[in-house]
């Protein structure tokens, strides 16, 4: 999942559990939708990617770079604590706000195109929510 600073998800998705998160990293980005905001052309792309250390490898840094994304991902090895920090809690917020949804908190579904239905009729209830209380 792809947040942005507030905590909206903006990008979601669904694989088995034994694949590495990394492996995803790239197409998650993909899938982002354009950012509007401002008169002119839309932003496409992220200025900057928070990450824990599940995503410290090279090859993917080298990835981001070239699309022009700074990746802010904490080294392997480095005190915990030091790092991400408000940023990091941001997603786990967001995975706590995903999980008031019992049916996403304990995996009832089989079904992995109804178990992404529901997380994305969740991420729209979340967004919903942030839209009511900002305005």
């Known amino acids: 999942m792809i947040t942005d600073r507030h905590g909206t998800p903006l990008a979601v998705a669904l694989t088995s559990g034994n694949r590495h998160d990394v492996t995803q990293l790239m197409p998650l ?3 982002i939708p354009r ?3 401002l008169v002119g052309r839309p932003r496409h792309r992220l200025r900057r990617l928070f990450a824990d250390r599940d995503y410290d490898y090279d090859k993917y840094r080298r990835l981001l770079h070239a699309r022009g994304i700074t990746p802010k991902i ?3 090895g480095t005190a915990h ?3 991400l920090g408000r940023s990091r809690w941001v997603v786990e917020r967001t995975f706590a706000w995903l999980h008031q949804f019992k ?3 304990i995996r009832y579904e ?4 109804l178990l ?3 997380l994305q009729l969740a991420c729209s ?8 209380t900002s305005s």
Do not use: H, Y
Not at 110 to 113: G, K, N, P, Q, T
Not at 125 to 132: A, D, F, T, V, W
């Open 81 to 83: 604590g030091f790092g």
């Open 103 to 105: 049916r996403l908190w």
């Open 29 to 31: 980005l993909d899938m």
């Open 35 to 37: 950012i509007c905001g």
């Open 74 to 76: 904490v080294r392997k």
């Open 110 to 113: 089989i079904r992995a195109d």
């Open 116 to 118: 992404l239905g529901l």
């Open 125 to 132: 209830i979340i967004c919903l929510r942030r839209l009511r």
